[in-house]
């Protein structure tokens, strides 16, 4: 079955230092969107990849989609304390058409001042 | 602009007990998805409805139960409450042909006693 895994599960970085997270799944995906959730909250959208190898940019957030369409990355730079909270990557699976997203395990970023 | 809204925020219920949870998604929004999410776990899929139907089914518990009502808002029925259940549950909407994204409400806490 579809099988999205992200890492690492935690990282810790001092403030003004970069963060990536990486996701990977077992199936070609669709499509794959990002979530932040900061502690007590709700995942909260940030951006959503469709075409292989795009690379999109929110400030000091990057956004890759592999070339074939597997795997995707997230990338900060310049940590703010801000930014503390879980990444989450979720697919949808390219035969899908139910729209069912499949959720990595989210990395929990702590940055310290 | 408007949101997912969930209803009750916190819920707390003795085991053995049933509890109904709410959610309205968000305006013109015709696709709902409930997702239960476990301390430091990553947001698992129920259930979800489009256009009053159950679209795809994830790993609910026969326990449980959901409908999308003409207003399109949905309801989640947990019965015979165990200790395990206890869990943010979020709602999820967005609109079939517009986009994947799923935007998510502010959950609900449950816990059972």
């Known amino acids: 079955g579809q099988q999205v895994m992200q890492i690492p599960q935690y990282q810790h970085v001092q403030e003004g230092e970069d963060f990536t997270t990486y996701c990977n799944s077992s199936?070609?995906?669709?499509?794959i969107q990002w979530y932040k959730q900061r502690p007590g909250g709700h995942p909260v959208f940030l951006i959503q990849?469709?075409?292989?190898?795009e690379v999109k940019k929110q400030k000091r957030l990057t956004f890759q989609f592999g070339e074939a369409k597997k795997n995707s990355s997230l990338h900060i730079t310049a940590t703010q304390t801000t930014d503390v909270g879980t990444y989450f990557c979720a697919g949808k699976d390219r035969g899908s058409t139910l729209g069912r997203l499949y959720f990595g395990r989210g990395t929990q970023l702590t940055v310290w001042p | 602009a408007a949101g997912v809204i969930q209803s009750p925020r916190h819920l707390i219920k003795e085991k053995r007990e049933t509890a109904t949870l709410k959610c309205y998604p968000i305006p013109r929004h015709d696709t709902v998805y409930w997702y239960q999410q476990g301390p430091g776990q990553d947001p698992q899929f129920l259930i979800s409805f489009y256009e009053k139907m159950q679209s795809d089914k994830g790993s609910i518990p026969d326990r449980f139960s959901a409908q999308q009502f003409s207003d399109y808002h949905s309801e989640l029925n947990m019965s015979s409450l165990e200790l395990g259940d206890s869990a943010l549950y979020f709602c999820a909407s967005r609109r079939e042909g517009l986009s994947d994204t799923q935007y998510f409400g502010p959950g609900t806490r449950l816990t059972v006693l």
């Open positions: 990849l469709v075409k292989s190898g």
């Open positions: 199936t070609t995906l669709s499509n």
